[in-house]
């Protein structure tokens, strides 16, 4: 199994950046997608943004125009930008590798604050 570490969360002030990152252990090959997720308190768990070893990107409605996913390909670490960040960003950030006919991995989540 995949196993991942994520870097970058903090606190922030409205309208700060972050950028999160997620690096793979081991080799990945073939077809699989790598995103992220977040989860506030009380809230389900939901898709913030996704990336396929295709290059399609997916972006959630709410964060499209501000958080942007990249992937450095000598590395196959994902990197998801956030801008112009809001209080209702506040939540627990998670990576997350899948790939056909293998369990899916998670991080260990990293926490980003927005708060003034």
């Known amino acids: 199994q995949v196993q991942l570490v994520e870097s970058g969360g903090g606190l922030v002030q409205p309208g700060g950046s972050l950028r999160l990152s997620c690096t793979p252990s081991g080799s990945i090959f073939g077809e699989y997608i790598m995103g992220w997720y977040r989860q506030a308190p009380g809230k389900q768990r939901e898709l913030v943004a996704a990336l396929t070893s295709g290059g399609t990107l997916i972006h959630a409605n709410s964060v499209k125009g501000r958080f942007t996913i990249s992937r450095d390909n000598a590395t196959n670490t994902v990197y998801l930008q956030m801008n112009s960040l809001k209080p209702e960003d506040t939540a627990v950030y998670y990576c997350?590798?899948?790939?056909?006919?293998?369990?899916?991995?998670w991080g260990q989540g990293t926490q980003v604050t927005v708060s003034s």
């Open positions: 997350k590798f899948g790939k056909s006919g293998v369990k899916d991995s």
